[in-house]
C-alpha cells in the first residue's frame, strides 16, 4: 500500500495532509509513505521528522504521485496532479465539489476514487474523521484572533491608575462549530459577548459558553439535520431588523451564518456597517460562500469608512500547525477502518454508511447522492397533484447519512470552553 503526500499547491495553503504522528501510524499499518521535500515546512513539520517516522521524502513527487494506491491532500488536486495520478488510485482530501465540479469531474473522469473528507457523515462513529468540524473550530478561534489583531483596543477590561479601559463587545453571527469557537475564544480573552442563530437550540450552548443569545423568535428554523433553513422575506426583515439594532453598539462582528448548498444569507448591509463605531472589525467566515457582509471581498481587507471588514478564507491555513495535525488525524482515522489487516491494503466496504457517505467519484462517475440527480419517480409512485401550491424543491446538499441531528442534550458547562458538536447516534 503506497501512500503519497504531495505539498499543497494552491494559493494560500499552508496545510498538509499526514503528520510525522499520522505517518507512524499509517506505516504500522503497512504502508509505504511518500512525503514531497517540504509538504509539511510551512505548518512547522519538517522533512526530518517525516523521516524520523518512517516516510520516504521524495524532491520530485512526480513517480510518488504515479505509483501510489493512496494520494493525501488537503486541497482539491489541480489538473496538473490529476494527470500525474494512476487510474484506480484512492484520493483524500477537500473537494469542495459545488464549488468546483469540474475537478471533481476529472478526477473522476481519470479513474480515481475519491473521497470528499468535507462530506463525512455527522454520526457519533466518525466523530474523530470530521474535518468539517476540526477546521471550523480553528478557524472560529483564529477568527477572533484576527479581529483582535486588527483592532486598535483591547478586548478584556483594565483598570489602571491612568484610568479604565472598557471590555470589547463582540457579536457572534451563527452559533455553528465556528461560531461557538468563536464565542469561546472572545470571552476567553475578556469581551462582551453575545450571538445569534436562527435555530433556536443553538441559545443553550451560547448561554453555556458565558455569552448572550440575541434571537428573533421563530418557530422552526432548522432546515433538517441541525443545519439552518433559509428564511422567509418576512423573516429576514425581522432579522434585520434586530441586527440592524444589535450592531450598532458592537466593537467586533464574526459571522459564520451558512445554509447548506445556498449562497450566505446577507446579514451584515452597508446601511448596517455605517452605522457601526469607528475602528469596528467585522470577519466574515462566510467570505467563500459570498459573505454575510455586503462589503465583504474573499481574501481582502475592505475598509469602509473606519470599520475593517476582514474576508479571509484561509483561517484554518493561518493556524497550520493545528489544524494540519488535526487534519491528518481525521484522515487516519478515516482511513485505518478500509486497511484490511491480513493483505494490508485498502478494502473499503462500500456498503458502510461512513463510505457510502464520504464517496464522491468511482469508476469513472460522481457517485455522491448531492452531485447526481436522483433517479426520476415512477409516475405511479408520483404524489397525487395537491391544491396548495408547493414550494420549491431544497437544493440537494447531502445523502441522508451526511446531515447531522442535534439532540439537545450535552451541552458544555459553563466554565468549560470546550466546543463538543451535537452528533447523530451511528446506526447499527
Ligand atoms: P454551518 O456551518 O452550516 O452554519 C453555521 C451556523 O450559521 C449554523 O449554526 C446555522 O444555524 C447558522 N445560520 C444559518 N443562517 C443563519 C442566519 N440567517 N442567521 C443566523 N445564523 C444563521 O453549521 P455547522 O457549524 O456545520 O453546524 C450545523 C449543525 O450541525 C449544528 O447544529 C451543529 O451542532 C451540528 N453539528 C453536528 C455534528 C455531528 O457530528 N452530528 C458535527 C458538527 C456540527
Known amino acids: 500500500m503506497k501512500i503519497a503526500v504531495p505539498k499543497e499547491r494552491r494559493p494560500r495553503e499552508a496545510r498538509v495532509a499526514a503528520s510525522p504522528e499520522t505517518v507512524k501510524k499509517l506505516a504500522a499499518l503497512g504502508a509505504t509513505v511518500t512525503v514531497e521535500a517540504g509538504a509539511g515546512t510551512a505548518a512547522a513539520m519538517l522533512d526530518e521528522a517525516y523521516k524520523a517516522a518512517g516516510a520516504e521524502i ?50 473522476a473522469a481519470k479513474g480515481l476514487t475519491v473521497f470528499a473528507m468535507e462530506f463525512v457523515p455527522r454520526i457519533t462513529r466518525a466523530q474523530s474523521m470530521d474535518a468539517l468540524s476540526s477546521q471550523a473550530n480553528l478557524a472560529g478561534y483564529r477568527a477572533v484572533i484576527e479581529a483582535a489583531a486588527h483592532f486598535a ?24 462549530v465556528a461560531g461557538l469557537q468563536a464565542i469561546a ?38 432546515g433538517g439535520g441541525g443545519y439552518a433553513r433559509a428564511l422567509t422575506p418576512e423573516e429576514q426583515a425581522q432579522q434585520a431588523a434586530l441586527v440592524a439594532q444589535h450592531v450598532k453598539n458592537q466593537d467586533i462582528v464574526i459571522t459564520t451564518a451558512l445554509i447548506p448548498g445556498r449562497p450566505a444569507p446577507r446579514l451584515i448591509t452597508k446601511a448596517m456597517v455605517e452605522t457601526m463605531k469607528p475602528g469596528s472589525v467585522i470577519v466574515d467566515l462566510a467570505a467563500e460562500a459570498g459573505g454575510n457582509c455586503e462589503l465583504t471581498k474573499a481574501d481582502e481587507i475592505v475598509r469602509h ?24 488525524r481525521n484522515i487516519l482515522a478515516f ?94
Open 335 to 428: 482511513l485505518t477502518p478500509l486497511v484490511d489487516k491480513e493483505s494490508k491494503s485498502l478494502k473499503p466496504k462500500w456498503d458502510d454508511e461512513i463510505v457510502r457517505g464520504t464517496l464522491l467519484a468511482k469508476d469513472g462517475k460522481l457517485v455522491h447522492a448531492s452531485l447526481v440527480p436522483a433517479a426520476p419517480v415512477p409516475a405511479a409512485a408520483a404524489e397525487p397533484p395537491s391544491s396548495t401550491p408547493t414550494q420549491a424543491p431544497e437544493p440537494a446538499t447531502a445523502t441522508p447519512t451526511e446531515v447531522p441531528q442535534r439532540p439537545s442534550a450535552s451541552v458544555p458547562p459553563a466554565d468549560d470552553m470546550t466546543i463538543v458538536p451535537l452528533r447523530r447516534p451511528s446506526s447499527p
Open 58 to 107: 521524495a524532491a520530485d513527487i512526480g513517480p510518488a504521485l504515479a505509483a501510489a494506491d493512496i494520494i493525501l491532500k488537503v486541497q482539491r488536486p489541480e489538473a496538473g496532479e490529476i494527470a500525474r495520478m494512476r487510474e484506480g488510485a484512492t484520493l483524500c482530501c477537500l473537494m469542495a465539489p459545488h464549488a468546483d465540479r469540474a475537478t471533481a469531474e476529472a478526477a
Open 153 to 176: 483596543r483591547a478586548f478584556p477590561m483594565f483598570m489602571t491608575a491612568a484610568g479604565t479601559v472598557q471590555a470589547a463587545k463582540c457579536f457572534v453571527l451563527g452559533a455553528g
Open 305 to 328: 469608512g473606519n470599520v475593517s471588514i476582514l474576508g479571509f478564507t484561509d483561517l484554518a491555513s493561518r493556524i497550520a500547525v493545528d489544524s494540519s495535525a488535526l487534519y491528518a
Open 185 to 222: 475564544t472572545a470571552r476567553r480573552l475578556g469581551a462582551i459577548v453575545s450571538a445569534t442563530d436562527v435555530r433556536k437550540a443553538a441559545g443553550e450552548q451560547v448561554a453555556s459558553l458565558g455569552a448572550k443569545f440575541v434571537f428573533i423568535d421563530l418557530k422552526d428554523g432548522e
